[in-house]
């Protein structure tokens, strides 16, 4: 069993910056690829980025050279930086991994981009 709990969402201006944290529990987290997903009202959930325990990432072009996913296999812990944010970023994210062909979910943080 695996917990997912993110946290750091909230409401930024254009232009600004948010850090999104996603805390792991349960299972060994630093082997494991995770992944930032995101899903806007009336629209499908969306790949935003992800990395593999060898650490390396991948992200939906609509964020690349904006977003920085990382990982701290030290405190089970996954990070999103978003800079530059823009009102379409305007979602709620969450983490997500998949285990032995089990998807796991956290309950999801808000991110609202507006003037």
């Known amino acids: 069993q695996v917990q997912l709990v993110e946290s750091g969402g909230g409401l930024v201006q254009p232009g600004g910056s948010l850090r999104l944290s996603c805390a792991a529990s349960?299972?060994?987290?630093?082997?494991?690829?995770m992944g930032w997903y995101r899903q806007a009202p009336g629209k499908q959930r969306e790949l935003v980025a992800t990395i593999t325990s060898g650490r390396r990432t991948n992200y939906a072009d609509s964020v690349k050279g904006r977003f920085t996913i990382s990982r701290d296999n030290a405190k089970n812990t996954v990070y999103l930086h978003m800079n530059s944010l823009k009102p379409e970023d305007t979602a709620v994210y969450l983490c997500g991994t998949t285990i032995l062909g089990d998807d796991y979910w956290g309950q999801g943080t808000q991110v609202t981009v507006s003037s």
């Open positions: 349960g299972s060994i987290f630093s082997i494991y690829t």
